[in-house]
């Protein structure tokens, strides 16, 4: 609405109405509202420019806030999620998983150490010894399962006597191998190092056994050039037992001892078996490095250190502590070990040692009496490819028409008794079998590093200069409260 005192000051600017200045009034009286109204407009736009402006700035504020809020978001779950997958690659870590690697190579030499042999026969004392000794044979029949009265005149003599004394009555080694030969060419008796011999003879579980190579220092190379021929006699005549007549044979590394009744296979009179042998390095990693051999597991009395040796010593540990007495002095007698006599065999010996292979074999009792026996950390065996043939009887009677006069063999005989055996290297090459960390602390370290340069850019530097800002924050905050309270005291 106009206001009445612009009227006013308009007619008082002019002094009086009429003529042309009445007309000037008229003029600047019409013309006056008109600048009001225009005045009004723009101030109306400038206001609508200024609200638009202030619209648009609280638009950017609020933008910037938003995406500020979600910049710190992004960064927080990123932080959250890595911490998340180094926790979990810090448990992989300590769980310290391994794996099993596998690889095979040539030897580096032209030939390679050739196997310990192990040869046992099942039979354990001579027939004719027996025949020899009623006695004997009364005390050895009722050893393990009948009633003997040790104070009898016929069994007093043989109460103190050992199961190695027995033992002896067994056929020996030049009655058992009949030839062996290297290569073909090679007579073993002619082979000779350091005077040491190639045939050692041991006694254990299952009576005498023979040691081809008991030191590991004659050299093979692959194939017919370097195979072991051996031509053995059961000697069937002297079996107690006629239901299982063969020879029990092992083939393992020199340091290692072998009683063959677990490892070992069974070769019976009438066939040639050719035996393939590899060799197999294994490796294991030891119980803090995931693994589980024990490092500190050294050398026992039986020699190397392996399971089955680990087994034999858990055995007369058993059999010492329940009998004060073992039944068979081991290769390394390391705890002076006494050996039972036949009536302690009889009394102790034998049920101890019954109740130890039920102790360590049926699951129902399993936890009375634990061995602990961890795999070897180094341990070298020999796989074996076994083919067999028949002995054919053209072949037996040129052998009799040769030996038959020394055991009073007939061809049949010799079919009967005589089994053949050659090992060799089916190549040079050498399985090594390892086991490795499968996820070691440079595998970590990897993974920290790419998860957190990943999803947070970070790395070394970063965490150096992070490191270093902070160091100085700390030196300047605790310097100047040194400083204040330097400036209280005074």
Known sequence: MLNYSDYFSVWMSYGRFGGEEFTTFLGELFKLPVCYEYDKQHLNRQSDRYEEKQEVISWRQTGKQVLYWLY???WGC??????????????KYLEKPVRTQISIYRSEKDSMQFPTISICNLNQVNKTYMDANPNVHSVWQNLIYGEIDWEDDRYRPYKDMHLVDFYKYSP?????????TQAGVRYCKNIRHDNEPIFTE???????????NPDGWIKSKAGDYGSVYLRLNVNRREYLNLDEIYFTIAIHHHAQFSVTRNTGIQISPGFKYKVGVRTVERFELDVTEGGDCNREQGSNSYGAYDLESCHMECRDRYLYQKCNCVLWLPPVDMFNYTVCTLKQVHSCGYPAYVDYIHAITDTDHENEYHCDCPVPCNNTVFNMQTTTTALSKEWAKRKWEREGERFNYTVQDILDNYVVLEVYFADMYIDKVEQ?????????LADVGGMMGLLL???VFTLLEAFTQAWNKLYACSKRNSADSSSASM
């Open 72 to 74: 710190i978001g992004v």
């Open 78 to 91: 990123a932080i959250m999620y890595t911490i998340y997958n180094l926790s979990q690659c810090l448990g």
């Open 172 to 180: 020996t080694w030049e009655d058992t191998v009949l030839a062996c």
């Open 202 to 212: 041991d006694f254990g579980p299952t009576g005498r056994c023979f040691r081809f």
């Open 436 to 444: 490795i960390p499968a996820y070691s602390f440079w595998n970590l």
């Open 457 to 459: 850019g970070a790395s």
